[in-house]
Nanobody, 115 residues
């Protein structure tokens, strides 16, 4: 059974930081492209960042220079370090694992940026 379990969300003030974690099980983790997506109320889910099996990363323009995605294959985990958070970063953040037609999602973790 495949499971992706996110953690690390919460309430943070503008300018603050959070680190999201996603622990995966039931997949051959090292070959998957991993990603973080987010969905704000009333909006479509959008890609935030991805990291390939080889370690190449990609970010949506709105988070470049503020967010960093990383992976630890030994711990079968992917992380999203979020710095300089803004109110517009408020959303439910989802972990994703993808490999040639196999596509898995976590349950999501809420991130709220507010003073």
């Amino acid at each position: 059974q495949v499971q992706l379990v996110e953690s690390g969300g919460g309430l943070v003030q503008p300018g603050g930081s959070l680190r999201l974690s996603c622990a995966a099980s039931g997949i051959r983790f090292s070959i998957y492209t991993l990603g973080w997506y987010r969905q704000a109320p009333g909006k479509q889910r959008e890609l935030v960042a991805t990291i390939t099996s080889g370690g190449s990363t990609n970010y949506v323009d709105s988070v470049k220079g503020r967010f960093t995605i990383s992976r630890d294959n030994a711990k079968t985990s992917v992380y999203l370090q979020m710095n300089s958070l803004k109110p517009e970063d408020t959303a439910v953040y989802y972990c994703n694992a993808y490999w040639t037609g196999y596509n898995y999602w976590g349950q999501g973790t809420q991130v709220t940026v507010s003073s």
